[in-house]
């Protein structure tokens, strides 16, 4: 039921922003995640069958709503909300219990999970896609200010900006296409282009993955609640179901989404193992998610079919998991630098970082294993050549995930606190679900994927992989847990004019930044705006020769030049 899940969100919306300057902050925080996940429980239920609300209509196409989630899109708003509950929580733990004023904050971020769940539940040819862009745009800003991450900001709100442009292009390909649009099957041409970029730059994908700089600034949960679950929610699943009315693509389109996916996948692992702050890192890895999801859009494979859904669900819980690691080691150190300062290490927060790590690289048991595994079948099949960038963005992503956990498992700090209520309950949260589909795939395959719109009759998994899975997950877990018990024999006592220092993969970050580039447009934006700077100052200097005096000697050459002709 969509409506009765909109309601709660925007009630619980509107008594935060009453009630924040009366109540707790973490109070109303508690209140808003245990909100969120009520919408979850309501979203995932069924009621009786109402006809769609049709809002406003313009020339062939019209503001609808419909009351309920289709049966493919139900397990994705319950990871959308349980998630973004999971995050909410985590934020409200991270609060003194003391703290006021901030009750805007979780205003805010309900209004940007509701405007996220609008999205999911319109249809993808319906001008509320649009309007639920803007209004997803507006609250993650707002959610950003009110947590006072652009208080030092200068330059102008990249997120802000790309989420209104994004709507902007969405309404305009929908308007320009609506003569065009036929009993919800949609041409290749001018729509599917503005489409796929507004979705793209929504998203935070590369190579438009500029959009996402402002998660340097913000707190850890809430920029993977705005950038890891509510914006890829709303932008890739209008894909993939707008994807679904398109004819069948050419090679040229189908070539391009391959190109586009697995140079993402690379040029975001590159720009992950070249930065130092937590919250940069796992930022960039999401948007790889966004670009191997865009991958499995150039494929027709039936296992691609599956795996553009599954990838997203995956990263909609794992980024919370390693986002709750990275507020906690924040929370202790001050910063998400883990090559600068001392302590912030502890055995929690390393397994947190480890099973969100183990997650967003997709190894078993974890759910995020097997959409993985249907993307590389399908695209071994119809296009080989994608394996290559995308296996060794996957190398780059997994030494990147796996150079902080030292520091973060770090267990010579003795002072440090054990978890806190709240950050084992967000991470259980999302972590439980991840394991129990990874272990059990049937059950998404029972309750969600087989209700696509091109599923395939049965799922495509083999019993013999099955039980190589559940061995490799045992082997997997058996030497970890070894690992993690295994105590050193050699202890070394640092002088006390000496400081722990932390290494990170610098060297091989800088060398292949290059490639991150291909992620970011920034530099390459930077370099045109010179050049037009250039060109403007060239011209000005061209013109002011005709100003003033400069004029005046070119009115008297000509006289001269006449005269003399005029002699002849």
Same mark, same amino acid.
């Given at each position: 039921?969509? &409506?009765?899940?909109?309601?709660?969100?925007?009630?619980?919306?509107?008594?935060?922003?009453?009630?924040?300057?009366?109540?707790?902050?973490?109070?109303?925080?508690?209140?808003?995640?245990?909100?969120?996940?009520?919408?979850?429980?309501?979203?995932?239920?069924?009621?009786?069958?109402?006809?769609?609300?049709?809002?406003?209509?313009?020339?062939?196409?019209?503001?609808?709503?419909?009351?309920?989630?289709?049966?493919?899109?139900?397990?994705?708003?319950?990871?959308?909300?349980?998630?973004?509950?999971?995050?909410?929580?985590?934020?409200?733990?991270?609060?003194?219990?003391?703290?006021?004023?901030?009750?805007?904050?979780?205003?805010?971020?309900?209004?940007?999970?509701?405007?996220?769940?609008?999205?999911?539940?319109?249809?993808?040819?319906?001008?509320?896609?649009?309007?639920?862009?803007?209004?997803?745009?507006?609250?993650?800003?707002?959610?950003?200010?009110?947590?006072?991450?652009?208080?030092?900001?200068?330059?102008?709100?990249?997120?802000?900006?790309?989420? #209104?442009?994004?709507?902007?292009?969405?309404?305009?390909?929908?308007?320009?296409?609506?003569?065009?649009?036929?009993?919800?099957?949609?041409?290749?041409?001018?729509?599917?282009?503005?489409?796929?970029?507004?979705?793209? #730059?929504?998203?935070?994908?590369?190579?438009?993955?500029?959009?996402?700089?402002?998660?340097?600034?913000?707190?850890?949960?809430?920029?993977?609640?705005?950038?890891?679950?509510?914006?890829?929610?709303?932008?890739?699943?209008?894909? #993939?179901?707008?994807?679904?009315?398109?004819?069948?693509?050419?090679?040229?389109?189908?070539?391009?989404?391959?190109?586009?996916?697995?140079?993402?996948?690379?040029?975001?692992? $590159?720009?992950?193992?070249?930065?130092?702050?937590?919250?940069?890192?796992?930022?960039?890895?999401?948007?790889?998610?966004?670009?191997?999801?865009?991958?499995?859009?150039?494929?027709?494979?039936?296992?691609?079919?599956?795996?553009?859904?599954?990838?997203?669900?995956?990263?909609?819980?794992?980024?919370?998991?390693?986002?709750?690691?990275?507020?906690?080691?924040?929370?202790?150190?001050?910063?998400?630098?883990?090559?600068?300062?001392?302590?912030?290490?502890?055995?929690?927060?390393?397994?947190?970082? $480890?099973?969100?790590?183990?997650?967003?690289?997709?190894?078993?048991?974890?759910?995020?294993?097997?959409?993985?595994?249907?993307?590389?079948?399908?695209?071994?099949?119809?296009?080989?050549?994608?394996?290559?960038?995308?296996?060794?963005?996957?190398?780059?992503?997994?030494?990147?995930?796996?150079?902080?956990?030292?520091?973060?498992?770090?267990?010579?700090?003795?002072?440090?606190?054990?978890?806190?209520?709240?950050?084992?309950?967000?991470?259980?949260?999302?972590?439980?679900?991840?394991?129990?589909?990874?272990?059990?795939?049937?059950?998404?395959?029972? &309750?969600?994927?087989?209700?696509?719109?091109?599923?395939?009759?049965?799922?495509?998994?083999?019993?013999?992989?099955?039980?190589?899975?559940?061995?490799?997950?045992?082997?997997?877990?058996?030497?970890?847990?070894?690992?993690?018990?295994?105590?050193?024999?050699?202890?070394?006592?640092?002088?006390?004019?000496?400081?722990?220092?932390?290494?990170?993969?610098?060297?091989?970050?800088?060398?292949? &930044?290059?490639?991150?580039?291909?992620?970011?447009?920034?530099?390459?934006?930077?370099?045109?705006?010179?050049?037009?700077?250039?060109?403007?100052?060239?011209?000005?200097?061209?013109?002011?020769?005709?100003?003033?005096?400069?004029?005046?000697?070119?009115?008297?050459?000509?006289?001269?030049?006449?005269?003399?002709?005029?002699?002849?």
């Amino acid at each position: 039921m969509l &409506y009765p899940a909109l309601i709660v969100l925007l009630a619980a919306a509107a008594l935060c922003f009453a009630l924040g300057q009366f109540v707790a902050t973490r109070m109303l925080g508690l209140g808003a995640a245990l909100a969120t996940l009520v919408a979850a429980g309501l979203s995932g239920m069924v009621g009786e069958s109402a006809p769609e609300r049709t809002i406003l209509e313009l020339y062939q196409l019209s503001l609808h709503l419909t009351p309920q989630l289709a049966e493919g899109e139900r397990m994705i708003a319950l990871g959308l909300l349980g998630a973004g509950g999971a995050a909410l929580l985590a934020l409200a733990g991270a609060l003194a219990p003391a703290v006021r004023g901030f009750g805007s904050l979780f205003a805010w971020a309900l209004l940007t999970l509701a405007a996220a769940l609008l999205s999911l539940g319109a249809p993808p040819l319906s001008l509320a896609q649009p309007l639920a862009w803007a209004l997803l745009a507006l609250a993650g800003y707002g959610a950003l200010r009110a947590s006072g991450a652009t208080k030092t900001q200068e330059t102008p709100p990249l997120g802000l900006a790309a989420g #209104l442009l994004a709507s902007a292009l969405l309404a305009g390909g929908l308007l320009a296409s609506s003569t065009l649009v036929e009993a919800d099957t949609l041409p290749l041409g001018l729509f599917t282009l503005l489409g796929f970029g507004a979705a793209l #730059l929504l998203a935070g994908g590369p190579p438009l993955a500029i959009v996402r700089s402002e998660v340097a600034q913000a707190p850890a949960a809430l920029g993977a609640l705005i950038y890891g679950v509510a914006a890829p929610t709303a932008a890739l699943a209008w894909l #993939l179901r707008s994807v679904a009315l398109l004819p069948e693509l050419p090679a040229t389109w189908a070539t391009a989404l391959g190109l586009i996916g697995s140079l993402g996948v690379l040029a975001c692992g $590159a720009a992950a193992l070249a930065t130092h702050q937590l919250r940069v890192l796992l930022s960039w890895v999401s948007a790889g998610h966004v670009a191997a999801v865009v991958a499995t859009l150039g494929l027709s494979g039936t296992e691609a079919l599956l795996a553009g859904p599954g990838l997203l669900l995956s990263m909609l819980l794992a980024v919370i998991v390693a986002a709750v690691a990275v507020a906690r080691f924040e929370q202790t150190t001050g910063s998400d630098s883990y090559t600068t300062g001392t302590g912030g290490g502890h055995p929690f927060t390393g397994a947190l970082w $480890a099973l969100g790590a183990l997650a967003l690289l997709g190894l078993p048991p974890f759910w995020g294993f097997w959409p993985r595994l249907w993307l590389v079948q399908s695209g071994s099949l119809e296009q080989p050549w994608i394996l290559a960038p995308m296996l060794a963005g996957l190398v780059l992503t997994s030494l990147a995930l796996l150079a902080p956990l030292g520091r973060l498992w770090a267990t010579n700090q003795p002072h440090e606190s054990g978890p806190s209520w709240a950050e084992a309950g967000a991470a259980l949260l999302v972590a439980v679900p991840l394991v129990v589909l990874g272990m059990r795939p049937s059950l998404a395959w029972d &309750y969600w994927l087989q209700y696509g719109s091109a599923a395939p009759s049965d799922l495509p998994l083999d019993a013999g992989l099955y039980a190589n899975v559940l061995l490799a997950s045992a082997t997997l877990f058996s030497i970890s847990f070894a690992l993690l018990r295994a105590q050193p024999e050699r202890k070394l006592n640092l002088d006390p004019d000496e400081q722990a220092v932390a290494l990170s993969p610098a060297a091989l970050g800088t060398a292949l &930044y290059p490639l991150a580039r291909l992620g970011d447009l920034e530099p390459l934006l930077r370099r045109l705006w010179e050049g037009i700077t250039r060109a403007s100052e060239l011209l000005r200097f061209v013109m002011g020769l005709f100003e003033q005096r400069y004029y005046l000697l070119g009115v008297l050459g000509a006289l001269i030049t006449i005269m003399l002709l005029m002699a002849q």
